[in-house]
Structures are given as C-alpha cells and as structure tokens.
C-alpha cells in the first residue's frame, strides 16, 4: 500500500474512533480516553490503537477494558470503511503524554519564575 494511502487509512480509524468513544460509547469510563495515533499492518488485518488517558490512573484496567471492547470498535470502524476485512484493533498505552509531563515537572524546577526579558525583546 502507498505510503500516503496508509496514512490516511491511519487518519480515519483515528477520526471514526474518537467519534465513536464520543458519540457512541455508554462506558463512562472511556470519556477520559483520547487516540493518540493509529499505526495499521500493511495489508490492513490489524491496528495498534495508541491512546492517552487522563489522569493515567487505573491506566491498566482502562486498557483490558478497550481490549475487550475492540470488537464494538471494530464493527463500527467497518460501517465506514471501503475494505474487504476490518482490521483487528489493540489499544496500548501511549506514555508521550507522561514523558512530556515528566520534562515539564523537571523544567519548573530548573527554570527561574519570573524570568527576566532579553533586552530588545517586546514584553
């Protein structure tokens, strides 16, 4: 598959599966789960389902629930989708947003609070 096929292939599961934890989903729990990025096999049979979730608590436990979920995400997916098969999903965690939080946390501790303007800088 084309490499610019492939990625919107990776854009509308994306866009249909935050649609779907939005509209669609009756798990309350779901509501704080956001698709990250979808990365799909090359001949379409499967796709990994990165997510965020937030606070990350209990992230392990939200996880195994979408895993068991994938099924409803699946059929939904295949109401939109032009293709034979509809790609088997798995949801794992994406630790990015964490990594960035983690780097944030450290930078407020280094970096003064009020620093002061350059000079010829506008404030």
Do not use: W
Not at 74 to 84: A, N, P, W
Request: glycine letters at 4%; one cysteine or more.
């Amino acid at each position: 598959m084309k490499k610019i096929k492939k990625k919107n292939f990776n854009n509308l599961i994306q866009r249909r599966l935050s649609e779907v934890l939005i509209l669609e989903c009756k798990d309350p729990r779901f509501n704080r789960v956001t698709i990250s990025r979808v990365e799909a096999e090359p001949n379409l049979s499967s796709a990994k389902v990165h997510v965020s979730i937030f606070p990350s608590e209990q992230q392990d436990e939200l996880i195994k629930s979408l895993n068991q979920a994938s099924g409803f995400f699946s059929r939904q997916i295949g109401k939109i989708l032009k293709t034979r098969n509809t790609p088997q999903l798995s949801f794992v965690y994406d630790t990015g947003y964490d990594h960035s939080d983690e780097i944030e946390t450290l930078l407020r501790k280094v970096l003064p609070k009020n620093p002061r303007p350059t000079k010829g800088m506008q404030q």
